[in-house]
């Protein structure tokens, strides 16, 4: 199980036919940073970046029809992450979907493990994934979520690492689901949410894998503030263009303090990530991928749509 992902390995033992050819079990899915995103299963660039002006940028999440986030995300989010590092003239970046119904969501559950594990650590010292979500709270640059559809798992993290999050009253879904996969989070959340929350609450949310609306998520401090759908764009459109005219280098210094009293340790982070990569390959995980995958995961939009009642359904005894 080491090389193998969870799905390489239900079909090796033909235990699972999820249709598509998707992936033979020592298939190069993805492509590691530094290669060619050509390479990797999709060569669209998932993530675009729509400069307003040189102070503000929009980034387009654009993988349809789920914005399920896998390993041939990783050298495009990096590229994202390191353009907002490098720019001297960016202050604030707004993340946003182009996918009806969906934010970002989970880690791809197709592509074989070793694609995963076989990247190379970023310049954090950390693996790919949480290395760019702290590299994200800790740029001087003010990162702001858009939340309009769901936002699960990489989604929910993407957001957790954001500096602030605005989230659609009517449509925003925000989820750590993973529990009802039978595996655990890797990007952030045990560290982030409970400082966010208290400890209850994100206790609650982590532990029941159910969905949080946009009114709950605002109540718990899961976001700054859930608004009505048709005041979303213009209310987060007005706050970015305010920070963006204001100084780069006092933005940055007050983030830095604030970041000093409120962000996790980076190894915290880290050892989250470490922690999924384990879980995953672990029978519980192994029995509810296959049976999620089977009723329709990352091919059927209710399975998408509702992943909170699948999950609780593949938790049921066996008939």
């Known amino acids: 199980?080491?090389?193998?992902?969870?799905?390489?390995?239900?079909?090796?033992?033909?235990?699972?036919?999820?249709?598509?050819g998707a992936m033979a079990a020592d298939g190069a899915a993805g492509a590691a940073p530094g290669k060619d995103a050509s390479t990797a299963q999709s060569a669209k660039d998932q993530f675009k970046i729509n400069r307003v002006t040189p102070a503000y940028w929009r980034i387009i999440i654009d993988h349809p029809p789920f914005n399920i986030y896998g390993p041939e995300s990783m050298p495009m989010l990096n590229k994202v992450i390191t353009q907002i590092e490098q720019d001297p003239q960016v202050k604030v970046v707004v993340f946003?979907?182009?996918?009806?119904?969906?934010?970002?969501?989970?880690?791809?559950?197709?592509?074989?493990?070793?694609?995963?594990?076989?990247?190379?650590?970023?310049?954090?010292?950390?693996?790919?994934?949480?290395?760019?979500?702290v590299r994200l709270s800790k740029s001087p640059v003010v990162s702001i979520v858009k939340i309009r559809g769901r936002a699960s798992?990489?989604?929910?993290?993407?957001?957790?690492?954001?500096?602030?999050?605005?989230?659609?009253?009517?449509?925003?879904?925000?989820?750590?689901?993973?529990?009802?996969?039978?595996?655990?989070?890797?990007?952030?959340?045990?560290?982030?949410?409970?400082?966010?929350?208290?400890?209850?609450?994100?206790?609650?949310?982590?532990?029941?894998?159910?969905?949080?609306n946009?009114?709950?998520?605002e109540r718990y401090g899961y976001v700054n503030r859930s608004l009505p759908d048709g005041e979303l764009d213009k209310f987060v459109d007005d706050l970015a263009r305010r920070i963006a005219t204001y100084d780069k280098q006092s933005l940055?210094?007050?983030?830095?303090?604030?970041?000093?009293?409120?962000?996790?340790?980076?190894k915290d982070v880290g050892a989250e990530w470490s922690a999924f990569i384990t879980s995953v390959q672990r029978p519980a995980a192994q029995h509810n991928i296959k049976r999620l995958m089977e009723l329709g995961l990352q091919k059927v939009p209710d399975v998408e749509i509702h992943l909170d009642k699948y999950t609780?359904?593949?938790?049921?005894?066996d008939k």
């Open 96 to 133: 946003e979907s182009a996918v009806p119904g969906f934010f970002l969501t989970h880690y791809d559950f197709v592509p074989p493990l070793e694609a995963t594990t076989s990247m190379p650590n970023g310049p954090t010292g950390l693996q790919p994934l949480p290395d760019m979500l």
């Open 312 to 317: 609780g359904q593949v938790n049921l005894p």
């Open 153 to 212: 798992g990489v989604g929910s993290e993407l957001s957790l690492a954001s500096d602030m999050r605005f989230a659609s009253r009517e449509k925003a879904v925000l989820s750590q689901f993973e529990i009802g996969a039978g595996f655990v989070p890797g990007g952030g959340p045990m560290a982030r949410l409970p400082r966010l929350m208290g400890r209850g609450r994100a206790l609650e949310i982590l532990l029941s894998g159910k969905d949080i």
């Open 214 to 217: 946009g009114d709950l998520a």
């Open 1 to 20: 199980m080491k090389s193998a992902s969870i799905l390489a390995a239900l079909l090796m033992s033909g235990l699972c036919t999820c249709g598509g």
């Open 252 to 266: 940055g210094e007050i983030k830095n303090l604030v970041n000093n009293a409120s962000l996790p340790p980076d």
